[in-house]
């Protein structure tokens, strides 16, 4: 008998002990892009009347993160009770293959007789098992008002005119805003004091902020409307009501990135007093306890009476939290951008695996908001202040350290401060730690990942599946992509990390070695570097080649094979390779002006749309052009 079978048998042996009348019901409020800019969070700027209501009567978690700054990556983190990084549902817009014995919590309720629905957002990042085996509706009419007779519910709601297109486009703003009562209207010139200061200070800037509290009162009315549903039906005192947002707001440098602006969620906790012996939290109060998106659905099963899958790796914080959230930004949308993060009570830690990207890569979707393009104005005109400034550097520090409460906007960076020494350590092992418990496969690069598959390796099991559970290959990977951005100190262990018989260790060692150009302490590679990257040109593994062509385009000796390596690479039968090559050449600028047919031809006929996006891009570079594609 399987683990699955085995706890469908113990669900049907329990449910006769337990009455469905006393069992809660559940229900879930959720929404997209929105900080905790609410009443109830001490905000003076909010009307929400409706959710600062909630809170009075339940429990304001303060410390509440997501697993990723971005919807699709947290929502699948969300769903699973697991890391996204870890199943494979890292990267933006991807379809992962679950491994076995990995299912979305959902299904334990409703094999434990709760009727489950979804109105309507999905975005797991999965397509097996689909929503429609998952809910037993999902769709704009699910409502538990459909349920059987007596029977308990888990019902989710998600609000979506939160989304940062509702505060970037013109037409859906206008749209959200009609339905909007008169009075939660904000004045269109109006200016506010709690403006991130790592943001230009401007009128335009101004109007994006005050629309991102127009629609989190909009937001505040539609969950008024779901309690008073809750009233009528007479099941206030049945139901344990969570409110909470995927990730932080829709606007630069908060949705996509790992800081607090990015991670840090409003989660509003209702248990009504029948059920408050099921927590052991304060009821209108505020608690400071440390609770990821990934332990939502470990709750909600504990407080159904359900035990936790051993596979999840989130865990219930109806008794206690975590000491430490950890999260992950891979790829989003078309670039790719390796960063982890911790979390403590006191203090964030960033570790940044590719620090010689920009902070601000362009992405198309995001460069379309008012407040992205005030940030490309200035920085083309200059006048921008040390916080501003500091967001649009063309690199990035390896670590960051912030002390979060004297430090909100995480602007001071603490990480060379020899004071925080110890604290900086303590931090780095954990993120280390974690990688390696949970399976970090998100330092596999996306074409290692395809060829894995193809293979018939799920995503999950790739670390898994190597000798000894994977822990030398894990702890080889995670050391390697560490050392790969330490400069010309880390030269020995690339070179060697390039012989590894692992892809992604390899991957590591040659993008490491490509490194080396912006250290000034570089003189040219050995002989020994040189023959490496030459034999790498041609490794079988599509991500390696990329990268050992990288390292070797800036020596005009190699640069005419490292261009070609890159043309052909362009056009893979590997799509995350074609991306791949593509980045590549868009970041190495001038220089692959002799490929510019090349990434002409990848504007047509390709497998995804980030292919055609990034070689628009160097394109437009190159040609002093403006085209715009989809």
């Known amino acids: 008998m399987n683990v699955r079978d085995l706890f469908s048998l113990l669900c049907l042996f329990l449910l006769p002990l337990t009455n469905a009348s006393d069992r809660p019901n559940i229900l879930w409020l959720s929404a997209e892009d929105i900080s905790p800019h609410f009443g109830c969070y001490g905000d003076k700027y909010a ?78 990042q999965f397509s097996s098992p689909s929503p429609k085996e998952i809910w037993n509706e999902n769709s704009r009419k699910a409502h538990w008002k459909n349920r059987g007779d007596d029977q308990p519910f888990f019902a989710v709601f998600n609000f979506v005119e939160c ?97 607090e602006s990015g991670t840090n969620v409003p989660l509003v906790v209702h248990v009504p007093e029948r059920f408050r012996g099921l927590v052991n939290w304060e009821v209108a109060a505020k608690d400071g306890r440390i609770v990821s998106g990934v332990d939502f659905g470990p709750t909600v099963l504990e407080l159904a009476g359900l035990p936790v899958p051993e596979i999840m790796q989130g865990q219930s914080f109806t008794r206690g939290g975590r000491e430490f959230a950890f999260g992950a930004r891979d790829r989003m949308d078309e670039r790719y951008d390796i960063i982890r993060m911790v979390r403590g009570a006191e203090y964030r830690y960033i570790r940044n695996f590719e620090p010689l990207k920009p902070y601000y890569q362009f992405m198309n979707t995001p460069e379309q908001g008012a407040t992205m393009q005030e940030i490309r104005r200035l920085e083309l005109e200059g006048g921008m202040t040390a916080e501003q400034a500091l967001f649009s550097a063309d690199r990035k ?4 350290l912030y002390h979060v409460s004297s430090d909100p906007h995480e602007v001071n960076n603490l990480a060379s401060n020899p004071e925080h020494a110890e604290t900086l350590a303590r931090m780095r092992a954990e993120l280390a730690a974690w990688q390696n418990e949970v399976g970090d496969i998100g330092l596999i690069p996306e074409s290692e990942i395809k060829r894995e598959e193809v293979r018939g390796t799920k995503r999950y099991d790739i670390l898994r599946s190597r000798e000894g559970g994977g822990a030398g290959f894990a702890s080889r990977l995670t050391k390697i992509a560490a050392a790969a951005s330490l400069g010309v100190g880390s030269r020995d262990s690339l070179l060697d990390g390039l012989a590894d018989a692992e892809p992604a260790v390899r991957f590591w060692g040659a993008t490491g070695l490509g490194n080396l150009h912006e250290d000034k302490a570089f003189s040219g590679f050995t002989t020994d570097e040189s023959t490496a990257l030459l034999g790498a040109l041609a490794d079988k593994a599509p991500a390696v080649r990329i990268a050992a062509a990288r390292a070797l385009a800036p020596v005009p000796k190699y640069r005419e094979l490292a261009l070609e390596r890159l043309a052909e690479d362009l056009k893979a039968q590997n799509e995350w390779a074609r991306l791949e090559a593509a980045i590549v050449l868009d970041e190495l600028d001038e220089i692959v002006r002799p490929k510019v047919a090349d990434l002409q031809d990848a504007l047509i006929d390709q497998p995804n749309k980030y292919i055609v996006r990034v070689a628009n891009r160097a394109l437009n570079e190159l040609l002093g052009t403006s085209n715009t594609v989809k």
């Not at 520090?397 to 960051?400: D, F, I, Y």
């Open 47 to 124: 009307i929400t009347p409706h959710v600062d209501a909630l809170a009075e009567e339940g429990t304001v978690f303060t410390h509440a993160y997501t697993t990723a700054g971005v919807c699709a990556p947290s929502r699948s983190a969300i769903i699973l009770g697991m890391y996204q990084n870890s199943v494979g549902t890292h990267h933006m817009r991807c379809d992962a293959d679950l491994a076995d014995g990995i299912r979305p919590f959902p299904l334990y309720l409703r094999e434990a007789g709760y009727y489950c629905t979804n109105n309507a957002k999905t975005d797991y």
């Open 397 to 400: 520090p390896v670590e960051e």
């Open 163 to 259: 989304h940062e297109s509702y505060i970037a486009l013109d037409p859906r703003y206008q749209q959200a805003i009609e339905k909007l009562p008169a009075e939660l209207h904000r004045d269109p010139f109006k200016r506010f004091t709690n403006l991130p200061p790592y943001y230009p200070d401007t009128q335009i800037v101004h109007n994006d902020w005050r629309r991102n509290y127009e629609m989190i009162s909009g937001l505040d009315v539609w969950v008024g409307e779901h309690i008073r549903q809750l009233e009528e039906a007479g099941l206030a005192d049945n139901t344990i009501v969570m409110f909470w947002s995927d990730h932080g707001v829709g606007l630069p440098r908060a949705k996509r990135w790992l800081y």
